[in-house]
């Protein structure tokens, strides 16, 4: 049975998860001023509600339980993901590293045979996602959110733009990182148990991940060709900020080996939390190079996927039997839906837990929970990161879940009937 802890934890993910859609109110009345402004302010920043609500927890923990429990408690969390997010951030925004990717987008985007304003937007959305694969899921929306932000976001307005473009986004990411078996945090929390490797990965996730990243982005770009062309959506041409020299090759050879060092030591935070070290103190060395590190927004997101560690740990009790009793096609479905309200890695990590299941019931946890990882911001690891680049091109300075949530439904279908294409077990 569970014990009062485990009831009052899930009251408190329910509320999260209720104040999250809840932001844009909150928003509203910072923007107002008042006394109060600060407060509305911080319950508008969406990347600090799971940590707040997480405090709450602990808090109460301490009271009832003592704080010897409440400290075992917190030293049986796996804080790996936030603190790795938060790393790949900070180093894969710096401006060397926005530089190569943008130079890679534009090469790929002269290769296109169609208009060069069509051709870039369709990379930025399609290219990217999948390239975190290879990158890390973190990394690939840290740079594609920068890229969107930059070229396409700065213009005020243009909100039905704005949001039809963010929920492909975080969908393209969610589902272009299981071509290999390391980088998407769904896949990863599962790869060893399954059996799983990166040739299992790209034959039986990849290619469909890929036709459904390149049709989203196809799609929408289409949709949104007019205005592309006519310059109504990209960079602002009142921009009149001077031209930067470009980053020497050897700087941006130099960010390279630090952002592979991070991804290969993904696992292992003191080595990662090392390389970073390692990276602030080299970019202030040569600031003259750089854009403003990403600081205070690699620690906000790392906060809220800490407090959703914290919550989503006494989540099991309801979460693991739910799912051991649903028959492969319903757990595709419901682990779609059930990702939207919790993260989809803890959700895979709970499925594999589950005892006497086969290679179809495996793929379809799997392929459900990547596939609704696009629909809210906690439903998948790196959607706080992309979140937090993008919120302030927004009306109100923040993102409405529920607007999200309709904008990501369409893309969610393209991945879902990609996913459920017949497969070989």
């Known amino acids: 049975m569970p014990n009062f802890m485990e009831y009052l934890a899930t009251a408190l993910f329910a509320i999260a998860i209720v104040h999250t859609f809840s932001v844009p109110v909150f928003a509203r009345l910072a923007n107002r001023g008042g006394a109060h402004a600060g407060l509305w302010h911080l319950l508008s920043e969406v990347e600090a509600v799971f940590g707040v609500w997480a405090c709450v927890l602990l808090a109460v923990m301490a009271l009832l339980s003592g704080v010897g429990e409440t400290v075992t408690y917190i030293d049986t969390r796996n804080f790996t993901e936030p603190a790795f997010v938060f790393a790949i951030m900070v180093v894969a925004a710096s401006r060397p590293i926005l530089e190569v990717v943008g130079m890679s987008v534009k090469a790929l985007a002269r290769m296109l045979p169609i208009r060069n304003e069509l051709a870039m937007f369709f990379m930025t959305m399609a290219f990217v996602p999948l390239a975190g694969s290879f990158i890390t899921e973190p990394a690939a929306m840290t740079l ?24 492909v986004l975080f969908v393209n990411i969610s589902i272009g990182g299981v071509l290999t078996a390391y980088a998407a945090p769904p896949v990863l929390m599962v790869a060893q148990t399954f059996g799983w490797d990166t040739a299992y990965m790209a034959t039986h996730f990849g290619w469909r991940a890929a036709a459904a990243v390149i049709i989203n982005a196809a799609v929408l770009t289409f949709i949104c060709r007019v205005h592309l062309l006519d310059g109504s959506i990209g960079r602002d041409p009142t921009d009149d900020a001077p031209v930067r020299a470009p980053v020497p090759w050897i700087v941006i050879a130099i960010h390279t080996i630090f952002l592979v060092g991070v991804v ?9 939390l090392g390389f970073l070290m390692l990276f602030i103190g080299y970019a202030h060395a040569y600031k003259r190079h750089q854009n403003p590190l990403l600081i205070r927004e690699g620690l906000m997101v790392g906060f809220f996927l800490a407090g959703l560690v914290v919550l989503g740990g006494l989540q099991k009790w309801w979460l693991q039997d739910l799912l051991a009793g649903l028959s492969p096609t319903v757990l595709y479905w419901g682990a779609t839906a059930l990702t939207a309200v919790t993260d989809n890695a803890a959700l895979t990590y709970l499925g594999s837990l589950v005892e006497g299941t086969n290679e179809l019931w495996r793929y379809m946890l799997v392929a459900g929970a990547v596939t609704g990882g696009g629909l809210t911001v906690i439903a998948n690891a790196p959607n706080p990161a992309g979140f937090s680049i993008l919120k302030g091109t927004f009306p109100d300075g923040a993102i409405s879940p529920l607007k999200l949530l309709a904008s990501a439904a369409v893309p969610t279908l393209v991945a879902a009937v990609m996913f459920l294409l017949p497969q070989p077990f």
């Open 264 to 272: 290969i030591s993904a696992h292992h935070p003191i080595i990662f």
């Open 144 to 167: 594609a959110a920068l890229l969107l932000r930059d070229a396409y976001f700065r213009r005020p307005g243009q909100a039905g733009f704005k949001y039809m473009t963010i929920g």
